[in-house]
């Protein structure tokens, strides 16, 4: 039986960059969900003329194809934006519930990372993680990843988008941002990432230990 691992958490918090070393460490399946939100809202687009319509969101989410993940520019602040706007579409949430679920039983394990993976997607995880970081410092962390990707925006423009997208993402009807009863709290506002990790992985040992 698989091995499922949940971990949640804001935008910006670490959690993608410490699900991916716990994947790595022990050689299981990752899975960015967010992105996959990011990229229903980018097909969403190119067949929308540029709008985020609902009824063309659905029908993408339906039929999603791994390819999708693929497309340029899914880790832009606009992205991320519309990705959070797509998310709040029960619809589109309950289409993609599936093929995530599906996922996280693959192989020997999956360490699955996004907003509502330990409430929603993965209740029964093996592990549950919540990742979090003081808005300021996750500000300045995207805003220099933005900055090495290219991309030209101040940092004021970035904490605003976060705390905007804080908001949207704490107080959606169905399946908001919140830390499980029983998930392992990780505050990476003063902690390097390999230390971050490796936290990350004592929890997995131990919670293996047990099984």
Do not use: W
Not at 25 to 49: E, N, P, W
Not at 194 to 208: H, K, Y
């Amino acid at each position: 039986m698989s091995f499922t691992i949940a971990i949640d958490g804001p935008a910006a918090s670490g959690k993608g960059t410490l699900a991916k070393g716990v994947a790595q460490h022990f050689l299981f399946s990752y899975l960015d969900t967010g992105l996959i939100y990011r990229a229903v809202a980018a097909v969403t687009l190119l067949k929308s003329d540029g709008q985020l319509n609902k009824a063309e969101a659905i029908k993408i989410a339906q039929s999603f194809k791994l390819k999708y993940l693929e497309l340029n520019n899914l880790r832009s602040s606009e992205a991320g934006i519309n990705a959070s706007i797509i998310a709040s579409i029960p619809e589109v949430r309950t289409a993609l519930l599936k093929f995530q679920r599906e996922f996280a039983v693959k192989g020997i394990g999956a360490v699955l990372d996004g907003r509502d993976i330990g409430t929603v997607i993965l209740p029964d995880a093996k592990l549950k993680m919540f990742v979090t970081a003081d808005i300021k410092v996750r500000a300045e962390r995207r805003h220099k990843e933005l900055l090495k990707s290219g991309l030209t925006i101040t940092l004021e423009k970035v904490f605003e988008d976060l705390r905007e997208r804080d908001c949207r993402d704490r107080s959606r009807e169905h399946s908001p941002l919140k830390i499980s009863s029983n998930a392992h709290l990780i505050d990476t506002t003063e902690l390097s990432i390999e230390t971050a990790i490796t936290r990350a992985i004592e929890l997995v040992r131990l919670e293996r230990k047990k099984r």
